[in-house]
């Protein structure tokens, strides 16, 4: 994880350096605070004589760091103009809150909000079911129409107003769809009596409480049928969703059960017929409630039908059966709110698979936006219940909400724009009719508060705002303190444009150009482009030495190309420390007295290494004559030792350095400087084998004499035995 968080800031520096750089060219208050990261000076005395007054434009660090005391840097605010509790009053519902927000966002400033969804228990619901009449579906029929009160039945178990609604499809009236002539158009199930001429969609009966009413319907509709496999489904979904009013949509959570056991056209499938028109998305039903525009506009497209579904808040559940699952899985992928249902050949589990399906898509709360300007980036962070937090996403997410738990998403905002006036868009949670009405104005215009005509400022010749100066007709500069009448003359103009020239100007270097090529010259005043300044705009603060990579070596302030140090600095790059305290030693010695303290770190004398130079290279070699010197004369080593102090020690202290006449070890002391020996002198390697030999001689003679008195003793017993 380190490097990551390295990651981060390093990006975090680059942004920084970058919106810098960003800043440094805007000489207008609103144009710099329309740049992320970026504020505006607009103190009056802020700038220098000839200062571009896009000077004033910087990080809101940097300006504070050049003592600007008046920084004018927008700050994204949040106003909830709206919030009702949540409650699941009959009539006066309230599942989502708040309900209308106000953002005012600085660009490249993130704002974030609290939305909270609660599953309330009760919710009205408008269920409309919609059946394929193709003769496949004789069976099906017969049973929907025993089933309204079982379907009404199981919803109220989740609900207390349940309303019910019934219209059917099946192919569009026209060849090749359906047969065309005479008795087969009229009559398209070949001789069964109980059928109707095919039709593309009819809407039977608008959503009701009166589930009796919704049986004598459905027992009125006869089968039909037509000539290919697929089906005008499509066409049907979508003056579902369109025709609000003839439905009777209500505030409700609205459902649309489509029931059918083969697949259905899609946008193309027209041209069979000759018809290449679009589908218009409008509300095409006639007094009878029959689609009129089935030959004149083409199939919906599937991406067509699932707007609009989402537009209107409406879930729908496909029942298909087992055969044709698979293709109207990858059609419900395509759809928001929206599953499928395995039905039963003859329809008996439409009453199960109901309840299951608007379980699964009531407790999956989905929230997202509509309508979002370009410009405008919105994610979410959810926490479902106790769940875990989730991590930013484009849509707000929870899945198995139950009845009743709360569930709460974090969303963000941020705006890259700037707009020309304020924007309203929603939030809503997918199929539920409750949104929340955010209104977003972007922070791109600075309310200085400091208009001031004829400002002294501007030497009473101009319009003081935002701390620059609008010049009177006639007038112009950084105070208005040119007369632009004479720019009109020739030697006027030459004569101000020489005062725009350095005095030390050479034919070689940039000097040699108005305002050293980094400005324009403005009656005889140079205006300096970027991170230029002095009259000549010769100087810039970025060109000093560095050290570490950082101007100045970040101890200082780069000022006209040269580094002006913090205190305790020194040094062209003010690298070098004043400081002494890293060098020192005990006793108040800098460097144990073996070297010289520079920028505060100890620079060691030749043969002396070490923090603090308290370490000899190569002690026993450098020392080896003083030590043989005191090991033989002692007294008499003052020439060879020089000064050092000497101590003759036991054969047992622990030596580093070694000699066949002496043992010795050698010590710096840090208080005075002082190199301290220690030695310990040895017998010569002569005297110590002639001492062996004797030693092993004696034995030798000692075991011999040992063992003749031992003979002798036995011998002499022997004898008297």
Same mark, same amino acid.
């Given at each position: ?63 504070? $760091? ?5 920084? $004018? ?19 006066? $519902? ?255 589990? *439409? ?61 963000? $905002? ?206 026993? *070699? ?45 010590? *710096? ?53």
């Amino acid at each position: 994880m380190l490097w990551l968080h390295f990651f981060e800031a390093l990006l975090i520096l680059c942004g920084v350096q970058g919106a810098e750089g960003k800043c440094e060219s805007h000489s207008t208050c609103s144009a710099c605070v329309s740049k992320v990261g970026c504020a505006w000076c607009k103190q009056k005395d802020f700038l220098l004589p000839g200062e571009d007054s896009s000077h004033r434009c910087g990080t809101e660090e940097r300006l504070r $760091m050049k003592n600007c005391s008046e920084v $004018m840097s927008p700050s994204s605010s949040l106003h909830t103009v709206r919030d009702e509790p949540l409650r699941d009053e009959p009539g006066r $519902m309230v599942q989502l809150r708040p309900q209308e927000i106000h953002l005012k966002l600085r660009l490249g400033v993130p704002q974030r909000f609290n939305v909270v969804f609660r599953r309330a228990e009760g919710y009205p619901i408008d269920l409309y079911y919609l059946m394929d009449l193709s003769f496949s579906m004789r069976d099906d029929l017969q049973n929907v129409r025993k089933l309204g009160h079982q379907i009404v039945g199981a919803l109220r178990n989740v609900s207390r107003s349940v309303r019910i609604g019934f219209g059917c499809f099946v192919e569009k009236d026209i060849d090749p769809y359906i047969g065309v002539t005479g008795e087969v158009r009229r009559m398209p199930c070949r001789g069964t009596t109980a059928c109707q001429p095919a039709f593309s969609f009819r809407h039977v009966l608008p959503l009701t409480e009166d589930v009796a009413e919704f049986r004598r319907r459905a027992e009125r509709e006869l089968i039909s049928s037509n000539l290919d496999n697929p089906e005008a489904g499509l066409d049907a979904v979508m003056q579902v969703a369109v025709c609000q009013d003839q439905i009777g949509w209500g505030n409700a959570a609205r459902i649309v059960i489509y029931t059918s056991d083969d697949v259905f056209h899609l946008a193309g499938d027209g041209r069979l017929g000759g018809i290449v028109r679009p589908h218009d998305g409008k509300c095409h039903l006639d007094s009878k409630g029959l689609y009129d525009m089935e030959t004149h506009l083409d199939y919906p497209s599937l991406a067509h039908v699932a707007e609009v579904l989402a537009a209107n808040n409406i879930k729908l559940i496909f029942a298909v059966t087992q055969d044709h699952t698979d293709y109207y899985m990858k059609a419900s992928e395509q759809i928001p709110q929206s599953v499928v249902g395995v039905l039963e050949e003859d329809s008996s589990n *439409v009453v199960q698979l109901i309840s299951k399906a608007y379980d699964d898509l009531s407790s999956k709360i989905i929230l997202e936006h509509h309508k979002v300007p370009a410009g405008i980036d919105v994610s979410y962070e959810s926490q479902c219940g106790d769940r875990e937090h989730s991590p930013k996403q484009k849509k707000g997410v929870c899945n198995n909400a139950k009845i009743n738990e709360q569930v709460s998403f974090t969303v963000t $905002m941020n705006s890259f724009t700037c707009l020309s006036e304020a924007v309203t868009f929603t939030l809503g949670v997918q199929g539920q009719n409750e949104k929340v009405q955010v209104t977003v104005d972007t922070l791109c215009d600075c309310a200085c508060n400091d208009t001031e005509p004829s400002s002294p400022q501007c030497g009473g010749k101009g319009t003081l705002n935002c701390g620059i100066c609008s010049c009177d007709v006639g007038h112009m500069g950084q105070r208005c303190e040119c007369d632009s009448d004479a720019l009109e003359h020739r030697d006027g103009m030459m004569e101000l444009e020489r005062q725009c020239f350095s005095p030390n100007a050479t034919t070689t270097s940039t000097s040699s150009q108005p305002c050293s090529g980094h400005g324009s010259c403005l009656c005889g005043q140079c205006l300096c482009r970027g991170h230029f300044r002095g009259q000549y705009c010769q100087c810039e603060d970025h060109s000093c030495h560095r050290h570490n990579n950082l101007i100045c070596g970040g101890n200082g302030k780069c000022n006209c190309g040269t580094c002006e140090c913090h205190p305790n600095f020194s040094g062209p790059a003010c690298e070098c420390s004043t400081l002494t305290d890293q060098c020192h030693t005990s006793g108040g010695g800098l460097c144990s007295h073996h070297g010289q303290c520079q920028c505060n770190t100890c620079q060691c004398h030749p043969g002396y290494y070490g923090e603090r130079c308290s370490q000899v290279r190569d002690p026993c *070699v450098k020392f080896r004559p003083c030590a043989l010197c005191l090991a033989t004369k002692e007294e008499k080593c003052e020439r060879t030792c020089g000064g050092m102090k000497a101590t003759k020690v036991n054969e047992s202290a622990a030596f580093l350095c070694f000699d066949e006449k002496v043992h010795y070890n050698i010590k *710096v002391d840090q208080a005075d400087g002082h190199v301290h020996i220690l030695y310990a002198p040895q017998a010569g390697k002569m005297s110590a084998v002639y001492l062996l030999i004797c030693t092993a001689s004696g034995g030798v003679v000692l075991i011999g004499v040992v063992v003749i008195i031992i003979c002798k003793i036995l011998i002499e017993i022997s004898s008297f035995s």
